[in-house]
């Protein structure tokens, strides 16, 4: 885990996790306004390979590059690591600290199913928090970043309980669920 680089805690500190998994990092020891959240939260390229389970060396080498070069993404912010790559030896490894916007760029530009259902939660989280933070929202930005209303996706999905207060039944999911 990035926590455990002792180099990259120097420089970043673990804002949140998504309830998907994925490490939010925010530059350390600033203090997050509206002014600076969209280009102080990061996500990482190496816990985006992990959690696309991609290698490393394919998200940089053939998303990442390709959209530098065509414009999309207009920096780079990156931090160089030695890194074990066996018992003993070691390598540089340049991980990419991405923005919001950069990190939208990045995996829409990733194919096939599993990555579509990823990526999709993934940018809906994004947007929700960018909402909240433009309409001044920062408590609901910030546990939008910390939780998943399963209430409301199931709602949405069309899921209706026949009791008050969101109560369901074994009737009301067995319909749902079309069983």
Known sequence: MNE???FLVDVLELYKKTPEGLPLWKTKDIQLTY????????????????????RHRDLIGRNF???????????????????????????????????????????????????RKKKLAILKRLHGIESDVLRGAYL??????????????LKELGFKSSIPNNLATKK????????
Not at 172 to 179: A, M, P, Q, T, V
Request: net charge negative.
């Open 35 to 54: 002014e600076n959240l969209l280009e102080n939260i990061f996500v990482l390229s190496n816990d985006l390979a992990i959690y696309f389970e991609i």
């Open 4 to 6: 455990s680089i002792p």
């Open 140 to 153: 609901e930005a910030r546990q939008k970043a910390q939780t998943w209303d399963g209430v409301q996706l």
């Open 65 to 115: 590059r390709k959209l530098k070069e065509e414009g999309y993404i207009d920096h780079e912010r990156k931090i160089a690591l030695m890194v074990e790559i066996g018992s003993s030896t070691k390598r540089v490894q340049t991980i990419y600290a991405f923005t919001r916007h950069h990190t939208e760029y990045l995996i829409m530009d990733f194919s096939g199913p599993k990555a």
């Open 172 to 179: 009301d999911i067995i319909k749902f669920l079309k069983i």
